[in-house]
């Protein structure tokens, strides 16, 4: 589905990542159950409780995020390029050039 635009929510952005969460989600686990990303990685402010990534953590897990971008899912593309066509698939939707074709894994 696509996300109806509502104040200053990126509504582009979340209709093209939620293509891709389940992908994200699993990488995203299996990169802390392997410990590549660990506690070490992520900081409290003591304000107000809220942990995040580290100064440290962000250059990790960009660098293994680049990694993962290189990787082959089951149709023979790296996730770099099966972005790319989703955004040209939105792209040609949005300026009524096609009907709209969504990324299957």
């Not at 990126?10 to 990542?17: I, K």
């Not at 409290?44 to 897990?61: M, Y």
Request: glycine share 8%; with cysteine; net charge negative.
């Amino acid at each position: 589905y696509m996300h109806c635009q509502h104040g200053r929510f990126a509504t582009l952005a979340a209709d093209l990542q939620e293509i891709f969460r389940a992908r994200m989600d699993k990488w995203l686990i299996r990169i802390i159950n392997d410990g590549a990303l660990n506690a070490g990685h992520f900081s409290e402010n003591k304000e107000t409780g809220v942990w995040s990534l580290s100064k440290d953590g962000w250059p990790t897990l960009l660098g293994l995020f680049e990694e993962e971008l290189m990787c082959y899912d089951s149709s023979g593309e790296t996730l770099a390029v099966c972005i790319e066509n989703q955004v040209q698939n939105i792209r040609k939707w949005c300026c009524g050039k096609d009907a709209l074709q969504l990324y299957t894994a």
